[in-house]
DNA sequence: GATTTTAATTAAACAGATTCAACAACCGGA
DNA sequence: TCCGGTTGTTGAATCTGTTTAATTAAAATC
């Protein structure tokens, strides 16, 4: 592989300066039409790799946004990573993903390695407990931040997420006019902001139809569909015997609906369950089911387009950003069967 | 937020010189462990950041790693990646991920930027017609690449995958041994390395049982619960009437069962299914999916050590490692119901 | 006390692009 | 021929760490 083809190279071999060369490949209206399309074939000829951390180190913008959330892997976020992913590569920014599985720790050396790359912003559903300090770093350090999905306390920086009150109320209502008075809440924490807003809506929403709340009904656990599969036992074996589920999300839903299945009796007719998020998969699921739309997509987009608007200069005086979600019915409810 | 510290800030607040305090940074022996100390402490003070770019720019190794799968919302290579993940994390290297959606072209660009950036090298599940071309673009210029789940022919670079042709072979004998005599192979495509072979596993285990091939049980199609979910219309009103379907991968099993459960039937009872890959999910499937354990954290994990080793130095002579699958029988089929 | 070793620090070149003030060449007009 | 105005090109400084040969200071040796 030879020497390194750098500028010099090309503006050597043309008898041109680097100065010239730097400004054509760049289309800049300085260089002479001729000049810059000899330019440009020369590069191609010869194997030209623009160089970004030269080029970055100078001009201090990198191209790197950064991208860190609880997990790829769920769908959830990878839902709002498609949408970011297009937004991005629409404008030609390169990204940097991690996941951080809730570990402030890690979450940390994220932004601290996005800080020495130079990233020019990072999106970020934070991990449970990030400190404000911890964004403050980064905008201290001139690394704008979005927040996606969850909310910190402590800081004013743009967040983007689905109203969850308000969205569980609208599940927990559902539930209510199908006539199920036993509602239990399945799978999560209470001690993030979503969790806590979640479970107030589903509180609320109980009150309001004068029905008893009941703290043995909330059943938290892990936010995946083995946590809902699991689930399945303690949620059978109560002794209220509660008529329905609102689960925490579609992977909660859709574990707790096989775990029923695997204890022989019929999800959608037996037991409603409702989901969360209107993942892909909820409409496909058996029954198909029942769940609330968190506009991931949209999040993910709004969020992306909050930084690239940023990071062209314009300032936005809102912060919190709000989706409003939506019911979306299928098979995993029904009416309550009077005994 | 005042101006930026960097390497000469410190060494002026401390009377000393940038290479001085560069060296004690990285704890070069060359420095005396008192200065070592002050300097440290003053570098935390100030909030020092580290200028990576700077860095590499002279010393031509970035930390950075780059991954590109088809999809990263699908868990088979959300399971690579998890353990490529921790595999680099270990040792502290920086990963950038991408999709590229099976477009040669989306994951060109991604070497062009990868090696605009200096990456340090690169793994990837190449995407349908990957150019041996293209990967020699990556390793001219100093960008050692390692393949991951598919190969690509034309060129010698280091390859992790499971034996797709034993393995199907497996899950066919499987369902050969209990009886069934038609049986459909779902989803996929044969433009693929990968699914060449899995059709050649499917009708090697049928030849070697003296069973029929027929063209007409092959359907093609995405390899997603959407693609098993729809192709169960086909399924289902073939004239052959089969009683056994080997899948492409667990998303398509699991979407077939989906398909001929909302058609009435029982998957694993009327119908017997097998996956692939043995995903988390095939576990808490309903039915509990029989399927064929492909090794994904052992691909990953292998891939992503091939490629630290390389960088550090060693020169392996190997280029194809397959990992011997393994089945993984649970409730999804049974013994063929003689009519 | 003079000389040699060893330890600690530093000056300066370097990595590869960007940027801007300065300069050269050429134009038409006076 | 001289001059102001364009247009095109470039020299040199700059961005921030790394590295090596050189220098200084201190310790060890005879």
Redesign the interface.
């Known amino acids: ?1 030879g020497q390194k083809v750098k500028l010099s190279t090309i503006a050597e071999s043309l008898g041109l300066s680097t100065a010239t060369v730097s400004l054509a490949l760049r289309d800049s209206p300085l260089v002479a039409d001729s000049t810059r399309d000899r330019i440009k074939e020369q590069a191609r000829s010869l ?1 030209y ?6 080029a ?2 100078r001009t201090s913008r ?1 191209g ?1 946004i950064g991208v860190v959330v609880h997990d ?2 769920n ?1 959830f976020y ?2 709002i ?2 949408a970011i ?1 297009s937004e991005l590569d629409r404008n030609r920014q ?4 991690s ?1 951080h599985y809730d570990s402030v720790e890690k979450q940390r050396n994220f932004i ?2 996005l ?4 990233g020019d912003g990072v999106i970020m559903s934070p991990a449970i407990g990030t400190p404000a300090a911890d964004l403050a770093l980064a905008e ?3 690394l704008p931040a979005i927040l996606v999905a969850r909310s910190v306390t402590g800081i004013d920086v743009p967040t983007f997420r689905g109203d969850d009150a308000y969205g569980i109320a609208l599940a927990t209502n559902h539930l209510i006019g199908l006539g199920h008075r036993t509602i239990a809440m399945i799978g999560g924490t209470d001690q993030t902001s979503t969790g806590r807003d979640r479970y107030q809506g589903y509180v609320d929403a109980l009150r309001k139809a004068q029905i008893e709340v009941d703290s043995e009904l909330r059943i938290p656990g892990p936010r995946t ?2 946590g809902g ?1 699991e689930a399945a036992v303690t949620f059978l074996s109560m002794r209220q015997k509660p008529t329905a589920a609102v689960c925490w999300n579609d992977l909660v839903a859709i ?1 707790l ?2 775990g029923i ?2 204890a022989g009796l019929i999800p959608g007719k037996d037991i409603s369950v409702t989901g969360y998020d209107d993942l ?2 909820a409409a ?3 029954p198909a089911l029942t769940t609330v739309w968190n506009g991931q997509a949209e999040v993910g987009r709004m969020a992306a387009r909050a930084l690239l608007d940023k990071l062209a200069g314009s300032h936005a005086e809102d912060y919190l950003h709000l989706i409003k979600p939506e019911m979306r019915i299928r098979q995993s409810t029904s009416p309550h069967k009077a005994i």
Do not use: V
């Open positions: 592989m194997g790799i623009y160089n970004r951390r030269a970055s180190l990198s790197i790829i892997m769908p990878a839902e990573l498609r992913e390169t990204f940097i993903l996941n601290e390695t800080l020495q790359l130079g201290d350090n001139g569909k083995q599969f574990g609906m096989n299945a695997r892909e998969e496909i699921a058996t």
